[in-house]
């Protein structure tokens, strides 16, 4: 016989093993594949749910993040703007406390001329006056020398006196 036609005795033997290899893989070795292909599909899927609820947790916690920025942005800008109002508050209170000393000070330097003046204008009025004194003494000696004119001049002031205190 030829390679292409078997001999039917020999189709009868291999149909009774196949029929018992498929026996026994039917009952021992296909609920096995079976079971590890439903336990890998199980694995798959559980892998997959796994994966996509991460998936969600990174896009809440993504939301989350952006959600903190954003508070974080905007807590940095009030911060920002109290510190500015507080230096612009610190600036203008120095502003206004220089300005007052400013005034103070020059309130005191005035006040200290105006003393000085006034005590400048005493002590040359003291000072002509003790001039005038000496220059009159010194006239009246030389115009007095004589008696006759001392009460001349002493009768003129005593008129002169006389009509200042009747007005």
Same mark, same amino acid.
């Given at each position: ?27 021992? /070795?296909?609920?096995? $594949?079976? &079971?590890?292909? =439903?336990?890998?599909? #199980? ?6 749910? +796994? #994966?996509? %609820?991460?998936? %969600?947790? *990174? ?9 903190? *920025? @954003?508070? !974080?942005?905007?807590?940095? +800008?009030? @911060?920002?703007?109290? +510190? ?5 508050? $610190? @600036?203008?209170?120095?502003? %206004? &406390? !220089?300005?007052?000393? /400013?005034?103070? *000070?020059? %309130?005191?330097? &005035? ?6 003046? =006034?005590? +400048? $204008? ?6 002509v006056a003790v001039l005038s004194v000496d220059i009159a003494e010194k006239i009246m000696r030389n115009k007095l020398s004589d008696s006759k004119e001392q009460e001349e001049l002493i009768n003129r002031m005593l008129d ?8």
């Amino acid at each position: 016989m030829g390679l292409l036609t078997p001999d039917p005795g020999l189709v009868i033997w291999m149909i009774i093993i196949f029929g018992v290899v498929f026996f026994v893989l039917a009952k021992y /070795g296909f609920p096995v $594949i079976i &079971k590890m292909v =439903e336990d890998r599909k #199980a694995y798959i899927d559980n892998s997959l749910k +796994a #994966a996509h %609820e991460a998936n %969600e947790q *990174l896009a809440n916690v993504k939301k989350e993040s952006d959600k903190i *920025l @954003i508070k !974080a942005r905007e807590e940095q +800008a009030r @911060i920002l703007k109290e +510190a500015s109002e507080t230096r612009d508050h $610190i @600036i203008k209170e120095a502003q %206004e &406390k !220089a300005i007052a000393e /400013g005034q103070r *000070l020059m %309130e005191e330097v &005035k006040k200290q001329i105006e003393t000085e003046k =006034e005590s +400048a $204008i005493r002590d040359i009025r003291r000072q002509v006056a003790v001039l005038s004194v000496d220059i009159a003494e010194k006239i009246m000696r030389n115009k007095l020398s004589d008696s006759k004119e001392q009460e001349e001049l002493i009768n003129r002031m005593l008129d002169e006196m006389i009509e200042s205190s009747k007005k």
